[in-house]
């Protein structure tokens, strides 16, 4: 029988497996009860991810409050302030790149995390991959829209300040890309 425990243990190997390889993609495979609309892999993401310490923002009701008792995570009503935004890319804003905390640099660690539940990872848009934990590059294809990576690229543009990303998908896929990759679209 497995707890919340062993499955947050196992979802954590593979989010480091994939955050140490952009660009490769986990499927996250682990069971939870889910009573969102985001899939399995965003909410086990978040749940791995969160605690009583971390502060997060969602637009999405049902999502905030669901990591709010499930991880005892600080629900914050300003995104520009949150270590973590949780959204599906359907409610993506221009503002959520512009305008979250990228670091400053004494402190780069200062900055957020995008998790976005898209549509698609291994359909859509094909897209090259270059930087540390990349041999030389690696192509993916993603349903991500190629204005959202124009926006990421210029907030990550002077390292170490930056945002990271980490994308799922309804198939529970999930892919990592860091703010040291480099993203072209092919």
């Not at 499927?27 to 009573?35: A, F």
């Not at 990421?152 to 300040?161: A, G, H, I, M, S």
Request: with cysteine; net charge negative.
């Amino acid at each position: 029988m497995n707890t919340i425990v062993h499955t947050t243990q196992q979802v954590y190997r593979q989010l480091i497996n994939a955050a140490s390889r952009p660009g490769h993609v986990e499927i996250i495979t682990e069971d939870v009860k889910n009573y969102t609309d985001f899939s399995n892999a965003a909410l086990l993401t978040a749940m791995t991810l969160f605690d009583n310490e971390i502060s997060f923002y969602s637009a999405d009701k049902t999502m905030s409050k669901e990591l709010k008792v499930l991880t005892g995570g600080l629900a914050n009503i300003d995104y520009s302030s949150a270590d973590f935004l949780v959204t599906k890319e359907a409610d993506l804003k221009a503002e959520y790149f512009k305008e979250v905390m990228t670091g400053v640099l004494i402190s780069p660690e200062k900055s957020a995390t995008l998790l976005i539940d898209i549509e698609s990872i291994g359909k859509g848009q094909a897209y090259r991959l270059s930087g540390p934990g990349i041999k030389e590059s690696t192509d993916i294809q993603l349903s991500f829209q190629n204005s959202w990576f124009a926006l990421r690229n210029k907030v990550c543009k002077e390292f170490p300040l930056g945002i990271d990303l980490i994308l799922t998908d309804k198939e529970n896929n999930t892919v990592i890309i860091p703010r040291t990759t480099k993203v072209e679209v092919l």
